[in-house]
């Protein structure tokens, strides 16, 4: 076969691929529902913020825990944090809160600190609280037996 | 007495005092006593009127060591802005409704003067060098009062347990027993803490 026939079929393949892409996200509604990128859409309606509850189960074991209160107004700067005044090893227990772990003392060479440390100190993170938002996509994710007791 | 009768008066001052001590020729006591009725009446009016004026969140931040330092910290939190918008602003929660308590506040509000003639914390720097003294203070006199100011709008046994989240109930019935004050907890809910270093020093980055 010569060079331009190769080019042109490899062409034709990729835009093959690329139109069965766009038809498969197509099936999947975001925020912006089936508009086109360029069309402008009514912003959707905010989620509230799922409120004060018992602690949430864990999907993995290394999961940082999800956050099972509201947020809002709290904040974590150099001078305070605010997560830690009920969180902290020193605080948890007249707070009725989860102490952090010991991992947040080590550092990233392992050596364990007298205080958090700064790669653990900024709590969202990787700690985030829930709003009632429904997975985009259906799946059939199930945690290990050893974490959801099934 | 008939010496004074026959007094000169010289200037403005001797004229006026003359006259304030001889009793009155042309008007009758009850004439005299309505005057100062309806005198009293207008000052005293004019004197609230007057604490009234610097009684508001519009006087307060006309002094730019409050506009640019606690009231952009006060801007983000639930007292300016809520689901109801049902507000508390500077003067219901730093300034007592009691009138006797409100006068005796304002007496201490002098000192507020003085430091701003010295601009003691008129830039960011010496606010910040300031803010844990200021914030001891104020916590101090809140919970000398029980948290006075607080009640003025929260009204403890008012409050409806069943909608109240999960750790509000725990820390509200707990803090009852405890007998613990408003003011004991909420912290920082109007204004930025100040750093908690020497306060709770598990709540800060860093060891001391």
Request: one cysteine or more; a positive charge; hydrophobic letters at 35%.
């Amino acid at each position: 076969m010569n060079k331009s026939i190769r080019l042109a079929l490899m062409l034709l393949a990729a835009t093959g691929v690329a139109s069965m892409q766009y038809s498969l996200a197509g099936d999947v509604v975001s925020l912006r529902g089936h508009a086109a990128p360029d069309e402008e859409t009514k912003a959707p309606p905010q989620k509230p913020w799922r409120k004060d509850g018992e602690p949430l189960p864990r999907d993995y074991v290394q999961q940082p825990p999800l956050i099972p209160h509201k947020i809002k107004g709290y904040k974590i700067n150099l001078k305070f944090n605010k997560c830690l005044t009920c969180h902290s090893w020193a605080n948890y227990r007249e707070a009725g809160a989860t102490k952090i772990s010991q991992t947040h003392f080590e550092d990233r060479d392992k050596n364990v600190l007298a205080n958090v440390s700064a790669r653990r100190y900024f709590c969202t993170q990787c700690h985030v609280p829930q709003a009632n938002a429904k997975p985009l996509v259906d799946n059939t994710f199930k945690p290990i037996e050893a974490i959801s007791g099934k | 007495m008939a010496d004074n009768d026959t007094k000169h008066c010289t200037g403005f001052i001797s004229c006026l005092w003359n006259a304030l001590k001889r009793p009155s020729v042309h008007y009758s006591l009850g004439v005299l006593l309505l005057a100062g009725f309806v005198a009293g009446i207008l000052f005293w009016g004019g004197f609230n009127w007057a604490m009234e004026m610097t009684n508001n969140e519009q006087f307060c931040i006309s002094c730019h060591e409050m506009r640019d330092n606690v009231y952009q910290e006060y801007k983000d939190t639930v007292h300016y802005s809520n689901r109801t918008g049902v507000r508390a602003t500077c003067p219901d929660c730093h300034v007592p409704k009691e009138w006797v308590h409100k006068v005796v506040r304002k007496i201490q509000a002098t000192n507020e003067l003085y430091h701003k003639v010295m601009g003691t914390i008129d830039t960011r720097e010496k606010f910040e060098a300031h803010r844990l003294e200021l914030a001891r203070h104020v916590w101090k006199a809140m919970k000398k009062t029980d948290s006075r100011e607080c009640r003025n709008c929260h009204d403890y046994d008012s409050m409806d347990f069943t909608e109240q989240g999960r750790r509000a109930v725990a820390q509200h019935s707990k803090g009852l027993e405890e007998g613990k004050t408003c003011i004991d907890c909420h912290k920082g809910i109007a204004h930025s803490l100040p750093d908690l270093r020497e306060v709770d020093p598990s709540a800060v980055v860093g060891s001391k």
